[in-house]
């Protein structure tokens, strides 16, 4: 995960761009170009911070979280589906970062 401190980048999510700030949630990208984003003095590496559970988020908070880790949301129609893909986001990003460590 990757935190912009300087300048703007544009993000592509669910088809749109979105402006990535200083202000913006940590987000996640491949690690190639999150290494080049840090080399290039706009964004530094994060690690991943402990989210409000998401049962207390509303369906725009959790859409937004989804999108930060890179999961389309937009076709879930309840909360519980969107939390049930970020669950599985997480658990899909825990495996690749342990298979990355052998």
Known sequence: ?????????????????????KRSA???????????????????????TEHEPYESMKMAELRKAAAALGV????????KEVIVMLEAAEETAKHDTAAGDK
Do not use: C, H, Q, W
Not at 26 to 48: H, I
Not at 72 to 79: F, I, L, R, V
């Open 26 to 48: 940590p987000f996640s990208l491949t690690e190639a170009r999150e290494a080049e984003l840090v080399a290039a003095g706009v964004a530094v590496k994060v690690e991943k």
């Open 1 to 21: 995960m990757i935190k912009i401190i300087k300048g703007t980048y544009g993000r592509v999510v669910n088809g749109s761009v979105e402006a990535m700030t």
């Open 72 to 79: 389309d949301a937009s076709t879930a129609k309840s909360k």
